[in-house]
């Protein structure tokens, strides 16, 4: 599943294109993805000119000039193709403008589409449950010190609780709590707040430097312009299964299954 830096990519790349451009055509290929899509769309969309693309966790936002807003997820294997050669099956959202078209694909049809009146957007079910962006500045050692004390559940699975952080998956955690130096079962309650402080400042490193390298593209992610992000090529631990810690410290990465996902980590600089 794509994630959040993923997605972030994903935004910028639209955005490049489409920011301040006018929607002059919308086209629905199928009646539904994962829902239907709703039945306005083309309706609102098509004349509207885009006036910003942001993120909220795993999911895009693409904003207009009029009242509603576009809020997309690209679910299992989803991606959007940026004037791509001809068309293809899985292709199931089309937008022009007068010098691009942008097209939905996603094989699967786990991602979904929804159309909110921009008022409304942060009042959204989906979105009013969520913690606070791991990028932004409201995520501190002190909050997650409040939303973990005296909890006895695993801290690698309350990080992956989008009520206490929005958007961060299972790679970037795995690799957050290495460079942190902090076991991922370890109770959230056990963490100290010297670690809380470290593991902050190792979230966003991780999760920015997935960005600027495109992403993991694991399995069928691609960015908007076809290319293939690379930052796979920098795991420490995720997928790293008996292999050796990069800190030389004489650890092999192990895995095990926590919380129905894999986790991987060192035994050794992880306490």
């Avoid at 639209?14 to 629905?28: H, M, P």
């Avoid at 899509?37 to 910003?52: C, E, K, M, N, R």
Wanted: glycine share 10%; aromatic share 8%.
């Amino acid at each position: 599943m794509p994630e959040l830096p993923e997605v972030e990519t994903t935004v910028r790349g639209l955005a490049r294109f489409l920011q301040g451009e006018r929607i002059v055509s919308v086209r629905v290929n199928r009646p539904d993805m994962r829902r239907p899509f709703p039945p306005d769309l083309v309706q609102a969309l098509t004349g509207a000119t885009v006036s910003g693309l942001t993120r909220r966790a795993k999911y895009g936002i693409l904003h207009t000039d009029r009242d509603h807003a576009m809020v997309f997820h690209l679910g299992m294997s989803g991606r959007w193709r940026i004037d791509p050669d001809q068309p293809e099956k899985h292709d199931h959202l089309v937008l022009e403008t007068a010098e691009h078209v942008f097209a939905l694909n996603d094989p699967r049809r786990f991602g979904s589409v929804d159309l909110l009146l921009a008022p409304e957007l942060d009042a959204w079910p989906p979105f009013a449950a969520l913690g606070p962006e791991p990028l932004g500045d409201l995520l501190t050692a002190a909050h997650l010190r409040a939303a973990t004390k005296g909890r006895k559940q695993a801290i690698k699975l309350l990080l992956l609780d989008q009520r206490i952080i929005a958007g961060l998956g299972n790679i970037y955690v795995c690799e957050a709590l290495w460079r942190s130096g902090i076991h991922p079962r370890k109770a959230g309650g056990k963490v100290t707040m010297p670690q809380l402080e470290r593991l902050v400042p190792m979230i966003r490193e991780v999760l920015e430097q997935s960005i600027r390298d495109g992403g993991s593209t694991l399995r069928d992610f691609a960015q908007p312009d076809g290319e293939l992000g690379y930052f796979a090529t920098r795991f420490d631990v995720y997928g790293r299964e008996g292999q050796a810690c990069h800190r030389d410290d004489g650890g092999v990465i192990r895995r095990f299954v926590q919380g129905g996902r894999s986790t991987w980590f060192c035994p050794v600089c992880q306490k």
